[in-house]
């Protein structure tokens, strides 16, 4: 046989380092001779057997039909061959629950044998078995050695408290184990302690309120004691578990930071890592004035240098938390650019990173230095690395005006190259060059003319063709250089037609009389024959301003475009603050908060930066009052990067964006938008922020102009000089306009429109009430509603002046709630609200905010602010708001989970009266993302079984019953099964409020 | 925490497959393969997200290591635990190849129960695990009840790196300071950065357990007995030597409050050879060599170099297996060197001339010239010139760093430091020593 002549060979090379035969394919029939010699009597040849069905399993091969001859090899007193065995059952014994029985016995047994060892093997090798009938028996033992003298049986017993949580939590908590548990903290043994904090932290993840790790005070001394004694691993679980400990004052937190500094020197970088996280949280408490502020400060540089120079895997990890705190607390690092400088050997992974920190410490000090170095880095072989170099030096230019010029020249430089992408980026970022310093490089403009015909990216041409339009009048024969463009319109990509749309209409206004011909025939292009409605829209409202009003046309196309912000690619100031809560975590890498990429409720709540000391809250309304004063200061623009490349990675499978996506303010929402997006945009003169280009800045409260506000009627020759000029347009139009009806009702209309699109069936909207009476708040009433529409939450309001004089400065503030509603941006009550005037705004809402269970549930309370005063008030949303779009889930996961879900958790709920059938129900409900997952009939009863996830990754799992036989029954009955049961009843609520209407 | 550990070979087969939760499933072993290792770019990221589990992988030779979870772990951690878990299976089974592993496979499946319990890493040094995952099929009867808890209480101890009773005849010890010296130059002979990243590495066989001071020229130690020392003159004459450290980290026996309060690095040490410290200085480095380009295209079809290095360091000493690597064109199509000293040639596989030098003293110089010829391409792309790099191994620390004591104390046994036969070594090589040109 095969098998034994390669035995005859291996005895030849010695008997023992030849265990890779295992892994030799084997054939037919080997279950059946492994069977044989699992039974034999020969103990050398039972283990070698043992060996090879851990071999194939560990290739993926199907061994679990010898179970039972595996489990009789139990009862050993060779412990390689218990290990052995103990792999297999962790592996097998879920598939075969009633077989893993007759492990019991053994495993009781050992876990009173006198060797240490072997106690805290059977226990750490119970707590692997997920099967119910062994976790029961599970209990004494581990009681016992959770109290064992031995400190090594101790230390994997509180480990295994974390096991048996996971599979059965109320079993833990019935047992007692979790004070046994907090009384280990207090334990002689530094690595028992370590063990301990690291299985609390883990279950008090699960339990969001429980206070179930209880730092207080002297807890926190008993870790940082233990913290001088472990090994390096349970440093890290010490020091990740006090991050998430608020100290009282400053002086206990100076204290603490006094105390974790030195792990500063740790050989171990995430011992660092997660020491600079706790620095960096309570640093936040210290006064800055404090001296020991300042030292701290710079004893934080040179750990984060010395994590350049370990592995690159750890490197990436670092420089990618360097990154945030780079964002956060620039000057720590700010005298260290030369140690970012790139390697020529650094993996890519490494360089963009660098990269991307060394233009994030560019300041006018060394400037020169990382010109210099930008330029080397723009010849380098890597076509994403030469990109990102290229649109640094862009990004140099807009962040140090003095740098400009020189950064000016080099990217001419880069442009004689002739290198295509080099040409194509360079491009791109001159044109946020000339965004940012107007009137003064456009002497470079011939050169990038020259350059015209090697451009085929879409970001590349759209700029130049922005480039184009917006010096049309310089540029001698910008109409041929346009009408180039125009041959492949409908080749083209949208960005490049609706770049070329407005750059032509731009030309139009400045040099009117040589381009009528050339105006028409893109306008023509972009209305008729394009199936593209960002297009169209766009298009028929260039038309329409043209053919009324060409003097605002003018003011309109070619109005002053507002100043691009300087810091670009940050985080948004929130995201940034929580994921300085992360650091050394997954999340800290991906830049995501832990929400966006873990499943279910663990870990996501969201963690926040301490107060500073002395920021006292009021008793009243904490965190409204203070936070609407600061409300005027507009948060800086953010500006996603394109080039990000873990966001890609992740983006490919966290589709479809939800509301997980991190805050973004209002200007970003347009995604879904695209309608509004592109035309307000180009009304404002802002046409290089159409929806997809890369660079964005905030578009300062589109007000909307004037002219548009006008009715336009049918009165299209409304001016003699454009009647000529569009002579042939009236008889396209009509058509066109009916398609288009919001531009007659004006901007306000549009917006309303460009909410509307993309909701599906339409989810259910409550009308609006009265939040705030006028009596109450000086005359100002505040009616509104909520609204989820393409993925975003709006709150709807409408703001009327019940008052005698005008009403200005409006801005909004939400308090801590259940689920971090918050405003994604700034409240855009655009004009002054002059007395009896109404005004309907629209907010979205991201959910990242601070969470603070609020009772009920659903409760929000608000704080408006005006030139008047501040006003408070509360209501409440529907939750049906937070349901995602991509609740549907598998059905086999729906089976597993609904089994999984303990049924103390399911509620029982009936809605009386409602004349549904079960189709109508499912099409109603999933209008408002609740999606029906299977359908059954059984008798008179439908039964659909229904999946819904909130914002926050809480899956909830109902079961819906419709009679069907007897018209008389109306009643339907719901049952609401999910892991936190107290949202059942406002689930249920939902399903009342959309099946009704 | 860790989910999964899974270890492939280069076709990305799985030698090993362990999971230690329960939301990690077979699939993800053939995500990763598929994604990863089977993947057609290079790899952009050692972080990978499929399908909302993380994967984080390390490679050694073609070997692929990867960590697997669902949640929100520590990342540095498990790359840490990663290069960890190679270190102990190199410790305990030498080169990490597909024929060892499948060697060992029995041996790392109890590794990995051992070093990683549902997920979190326990204690890793290769002392304390080889005194009971020895694979020799001890039977657990065999061991006495003291053995047994002498091992628990060392894998749990607060000293975990050391067991108690080691003797020695001869109590010696070896360091070594291991230094390599970093730097990118500009052609014009600019230092654009330069820094040293050292080691002290340690070989003790020392008796019982000894208590370690080690002391070195530390700028921030020396200036303090300075303030506090009797004449101003040993100050100034110390200062001199003294170096400044931006940064160190320590192997974690060493006590890091105490260094944090008194600057003073005491320690028991683990028995055989590990890593003391790492440190980085900037300041006032001697940077052995120097390293002077020239490059001259000559029409479209050939390129000229000179290259002339300068030894910088005491005539008396010798600089050893230099190696200058200068990059050539991917379009070469042939090149004539002539070099004073040495060997040199052109290697065509590696687009580069490579010139070595087996010896070279202090304050010398030496000079290399070359012609390559190009072939004419329509190529539009220029060629990136990657910078001149050089290997070189030297007698001495670059940065300048002095071991000024180690003193042993074993209160328990009858050896004093004086007893102890110490021996410490120099070794200053070449990290990434380039210069531009």
Known sequence: ???????????????????????????????????????????????????????????????????????????????????????????????????????????VKDCEDPNPLIRALAVRTMGCIRVDKITEYLCEPLRKCLKDEDPYVRKTAAVCVAKLHDINAQLVEDQGFLDTLKDLISDSNPMVVANAVAALSEIAESHPNSNLLDLNPQTINKLLTALNECTEWGQIFILDCLANYTPRDDRESQSICERVTPRLSHANSA?????????????????????????????????????LSAEPELQYVALRNINLIVQKRPEILKHEMKVFFVKYNDPIYVKLEKLDIMIRLASQANIAQVLAELKEYATEVDVDFVRKAVRAIGRCAIKVEQSAERCVSTLLDLIQTKVNYVVQEAIVVIKDIFRKYPNKYESVIATLCENLDSLDEPEARAAMIWIVGEYAERIDNADELLESFLEGFHD????VQLQLLTAIVKLFLKKPTETQELVQQVLSLATQDSDNPDLRDRGYIYWRLLSTDPVAAKEVVLAEKPLISEETDLIEPTLLDELICHIGTLASVYHKPPSAFVEGGRGVQHKRLPARAGSGESAESPDVGQAVSAVSDAPPAVIPSQGDLLGDLLNLDLAPPTSNVPPVPSSMQMGAMDLLGGGLDSLMGDESETSASHYRTEVQSPQPPECSERELGGDVGGSPAMGVSLGGAPV????????????????????????????????YIPPKTVWLPAMKAKGLEISGTFARRSGVIHMDLSFTNKAMSVMTDFAIQFNKNSFGLAPAGPLQVLTPLSPNQTVDVSLPLSTTGPVMKMEPLNNLQVAVKNNIDVFYFSCQYPISLLFVEDGKMDRQVFLATWKDIPSENEAQFQIKDCHLNSDAASNKLQGSNIFTVAKRTVDTQDMLYQSVKLTNGIWMLAELRIQTGNPNSTDLELSVKCRAPEVSQYVYQCYELILRN | MIGGLFIYNHKGEVLISRVYRDDIGRNAVDAFRVNVIHARQQVRSPVTNIARTSFFHVKRSNIWLAAVTKQNVNAAMVFEFLYKMCDVMTAYFGKISEENIKNNFVLIYELLDEILDFGYPQNSETGALKTFITQQGIKSQLQTKEEQSQITSQVTGQIGWRREGIKYRRNELFLDVLESVNLLMSPQGQVLSAHVSGRVVMKSYLSGMPECKFGMNDKIVIDKQGKGGTTDEAGKSSGKQSIAIDDCTF??????????????????PPDGEYELMRYRTTKDIILPFRVIPLVREVGRTKLEVKVVIKSNFKPSLLAQKIEVRIPTPLNTSGVQVICMKGKAKYKASENAIVWKIKRMAGMKESQISAEIELLPTNDKKKWARPPISMNFEVPFAPSGLKVRYLKVFEPKLNYSDHDVIKWVRYIGRSGIYETRC
């Open chain 1, 1 to 107: 046989m095969e098998w034994a002549s390669q035995l005859c060979e291996n005895r030849g090379l010695g008997s023992k380092m030849t265990d890779s035969k295992y892994f030799t394919t084997t054939k037919k029939g080997e279950i059946f001779e492994l069977k044989a010699e699992l039974n034999s009597d020969k103990k050398e040849k039972k283990k070698e057997a043992v060996k090879k069905v851990i071999a194939s399993m560990t290739v993926g091969k199907d061994v679990s039909a010898l179970f039972p001859d595996v489990v009789n090899c139990m009862q050993t007193d060779n412990l390689e061959l218990k290990k052995l065995v103990y792999l297999y059952l962790m592996n097998y014994a879920k598939s075969q629950p009633d077989m893993a029985i007759m492990a019991v016995n053994t495993f």
């Open chain 1, 271 to 307: 011992v660092v890592l997660s020491a600079v996280k706790v620095l960096m949280k309570f640093m936040e408490m210290l006064p800055k004035d404090l001296d020991y502020y300042g030292t701290l400060l710079k004893k934080l540089a040179p750990p984060l240098v010395t994590l």
């Open chain 1, 492 to 495: 083209e990509s949208t960005q």
């Open chain 1, 732 to 763: 396209g139009m009509p058509a066109g306009l009916g398609a288009a009806p919001a531009v007659g009702g004006g901007l306000g209309d549009l917006f309303d429109l460009g909410g509307g699109v993309g909701v599906t069936a339409g989810s």
């Open chain 2, 251 to 268: 192997h974690q026996c060493v006590r890091l409050s105490k260094f944090d309060s008194e600057r003073s690095i005491s320690f028991i």
